[in-house]
């Protein structure tokens, strides 16, 4: 089965695909999003609180920010249908989306907004204390977490960079790391070690989450070595153990980078192939924040406009 062809089709309802499918709208281009099936509305809507989304002086609530995105969007005729798609053929001048249902989509423009997976630690409680104690962002929930004791799990150079940071708010940070040693480069390494804040438990791995009145209220970690097990009483975890870009869909068609990132013609978001643009986290290695995500889905618009303008 097949449907009529659109002029932009977005996969993803994040911050980068409502934004691109806002622009999309408003220039008449009536664009077709697909959301995802059980992940609409995108990272955010995982969150409580957002402070640092611009234009909410008392904050705003991830899920009713996304779906006041969506509704802005809808308003100016941008389509949603909540579904995954499931293959895609990008290469010709007419661009071929199906989504769960075997449906065949098909537009002259399609922008990739999947986003990207923070990688977990796969412990039982830790979805359901996101975002009460536990969290992927130092940037995004550093100033939540004011005279708290913080645990920070990972050895890379992202790890170093959200323990140190975090100092800034924390009464203590405690870097969990399953090695002896440590994998970030050698000056975010020295800056750390040299942080009176910041002290290592090395060969160690967080066995289990502690929560009380639905708030994370302490750590048991296990020593990789022997065994041993023992508590640290940290009321915040920050989870710093890598990324994973939703590009599978993409691989033999989009360029990746060697981390499996959408890579673009940066300052835009271009692809390696006519028509096809990337926006938000699954291009973004550096900011991975909702403006900026938003702020690339707008780019992205405009460039599938300038490129159907081009064509016209
Ligand atoms: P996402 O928001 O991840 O959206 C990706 C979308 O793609 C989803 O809708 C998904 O359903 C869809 N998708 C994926 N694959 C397919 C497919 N095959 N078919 C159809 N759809 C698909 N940032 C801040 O600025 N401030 C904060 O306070 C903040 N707090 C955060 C708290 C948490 C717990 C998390 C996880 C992130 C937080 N972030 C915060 C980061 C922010 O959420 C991300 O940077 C932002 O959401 C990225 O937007 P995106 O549109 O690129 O991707």
Redesign the pocket.
Known sequence: MSAGIREVVV?????????AALYAARAQLRPLV??????????????T?????PGFPDGVQ?PQL?DDMRAQAEKFGAEMID????AVDLAGEIKEVTDSAGTVHRARTVIV??????RKLGLPKEDEL??RGV???A???GFFFRDRDIVVVGGGDTAMEEATFLTRFARSVTVVHRRSELRASQVMRQRAFADAKISFAFDTEIAELHDEGGMLAGLTVRDTVTGDTRRIDATGLFIAIGHDP?TE?FGGQLELDHEGYLKVDSPSTRTNLPGVFG??????HT????????A??CAAALDAERYLSARA
């Open positions: 996969i993803g309802s994040g911050p980068a695909g409502y934004t697909f959301g995802g099936a059980i992940f609409v509305g995108g990272s955010l809507t995982t969150t609180e957002v402070e640092n989304f991830g996304m579904d995954d798609i499931v907004a999947t986003g990207s997976g923070y996101s975002g969290s992927w962002c940037t995004c929930d939703r869909l926006a938000g986290d699954v291009v973004d900011y991975r924040q909702a403006v900026t995500a938003a690339s889905g």
